[in-house]
């Protein structure tokens, strides 16, 4: 089967670009490994910012559904200390640039956006082999094989096609989450969901953290930071709920009760989440025919910026594909050139956060840090 723009996953920035193209009247494909758009859970809670991921919402002519499903009052921000004390509040007042959606249903919105049969669902990448001339074919687990004049990597940290552009592959920050949820909060855990407050919430040490967003149906949805090698992990069997409970929330012994309540009395299988990050200065040289967008391009560890930049670059791609029609490969370029610039220097400001969670006294430098995002 040939397929002129073939673009792998159905993650926010594939997703994006696909609708962009589509607005410029340019058919693409999205190639998914998973099964259905409900197959699993889409994570947690994106703070959707005005300087980049609504720039690409407004392109992708979805900005006044995306406002439809901001939870209000979700920005606001509390850092606590580990005995539960108050250091910093900053409430959400409306006027904040950042508004919290649901991943779930961001996601669900842009699906709903595209023509019928855009997404092909249980298409897993089995290999990927250049056939000259810029066309690329694509090889799935299902058995079948699909060639294509523009193949665009936007699968993720484990990219099946970066390896046509580079052989970096990210390494092991130092630092994993565990992700845990508790339900119906405001009723089943007071204590909790006082303590993280209509937003998010961090209590930070040096070298580990609590974490917290208030969701939609009032869920707690916890990280619990810890900077331990991967070794540390591989003896905790995540599989036995109490016992990973328990082993991980050992590592917060003595911290308020409110906050080790969001790990032991999870009503989920802790999740290890291992943070992976690409080079701050990954790039490639052009090679005709491919190119790669959000994570498969530039992993960073989150720092709130990840999702923005997926939708940022699908849109940016759309455009740069639909202004070159007659030069594909200059516009990729000017593309990719702008990507680096700016992934680059997101990946550094927010290794910021990580720097200070090594630090002595992490919790006065996230204040400092918040306080001088609000004045800037």
Known sequence: MNTPIAIIGAGLGGLTLARVLHLHGIPSIVYEAEQSAASRAQGGMLDIHDYNGQLALQDAGLLTQFQELILEGRQAMRILSPDGSLLFENPDDGSGGRPEVQRGELRQMLLDSLPAGTVQWDHKVAGVRSLGDGRHEVSFTNGRTVTTHLLIG?????SKVRPLLSAVMPQYTGMSYV???LFDAAVRHPASAVAVGTGQMGAPVQGKAIMAHRE???TLHTYAMLARPLDWFADIDFA???KASARIAQEFNGWAP???ALITDSDTIPLLRPLHALPHEHRWQRVPGVSLIGDAAHLS??????ANLALYDGAELAKAIASHADDLEAGLHQFEQAMFERSAKVAADGEKFYELLAGKDPASGMINMFQDAETS
């Open 216 to 218: 939609r149906h009032e």
């Open 301 to 306: 560890i989150p720092n709130g910026e990840g």
């Open 258 to 260: 409110e906050l080790t």
């Open 240 to 242: 036995d709920q109490a």
């Open 154 to 158: 936007a699968d993720g940290a484990w």
């Open 179 to 181: 992700e845990t949820y």
